[in-house]
């Protein structure tokens, strides 16, 4: 099994799962799993927020540039 949660790489855990014939033990490498995903998606997370289309002009603002 792996040493500690998180730290091993999803694959390796997803290989130990496949040969797993313990319930508890299979449940524990299954939430090891899932742990390792998420950090590995974190991981590959953009750091800063996408950018968003500057704000469109409200119909009051539109209609007091027209005047």
Same mark, same amino acid.
């Given at each position: 099994? !792996?040493?500690? +949660?998180? #730290? ?12 797993? @014939?313990? #319930? ?16 590995? !998606?974190?991981?590959?997370? *953009? @750091? @800063? *927020? *996408?950018?968003? *289309? +500057?704000?469109?002009?409200? #119909? @009051?603002?539109? !209609?007091?540039?027209?005047?």
């Amino acid at each position: 099994m !792996a040493p500690n +949660p998180g #730290t091993s790489d999803w694959r390796t855990i997803a290989e130990q799962i496949s040969v797993e @014939t313990d #319930t508890q033990k299979l449940n524990a490498l299954v939430n090891q799993l899932c742990s390792a995903l998420d950090e590995e !998606a974190k991981r590959k997370r *953009p @750091t @800063t *927020p *996408p950018s968003f *289309p +500057p704000q469109l002009p409200t #119909t @009051t603002a539109i !209609a007091e540039a027209r005047s």
